[in-house]
């Protein structure tokens, strides 16, 4: 699959990372879809895959991208107001459920902000992924 390169590794506690010391991939028993590990000692084992350089840029995907993004904060802008307006209703009319709608507002609040932090991120840093060294 586009060149994608397969390591059988091992966690190496010593160093603190994968190794791929004493372990090596069983071509008779591996194919595209199953990868077959086979290494001379016991511990904590994976396949690494190397994705890198699989994704293809191109002009509708970032479109889509910065519309959906779009969309997703004005609707959590949109559900904030709404959850504030419920909430401020809640309050004068019933409140003896008013612990638990303050509780559940500010739940849908804290995960409004996050959301919409993160859609930023999103649309902000986006073109920002290369590897400066």
Known sequence: MFGDEITCVYWDFQTNKWSSNGCNIVSEDSNRDITVCECNHLTNFAALLDVSGRENESL??????????????????????????????????????????????????????????????????????????
């Not at 004005?74 to 509780?103: D, G, H, P, W």
């Open 60 to 133: 509708a995907k970032s479109i889509l991208t910065y519309v959906s993004c779009g969309l997703s904060i004005i609707c959590l802008f949109l559900t904030i107001l709404v959850t504030s307006m419920r909430r401020a209703q809640n309050t004068v009319y019933n409140f003896s459920t008013n612990e638990l709608i303050k509780t559940r507002s500010i739940i849908t609040y804290n995960l409004c902000v996050c959301l919409i932090i993160s859609d930023l991120l999103i649309l902000f840093g986006m073109d920002r992924t290369e590897h400066n060294v």
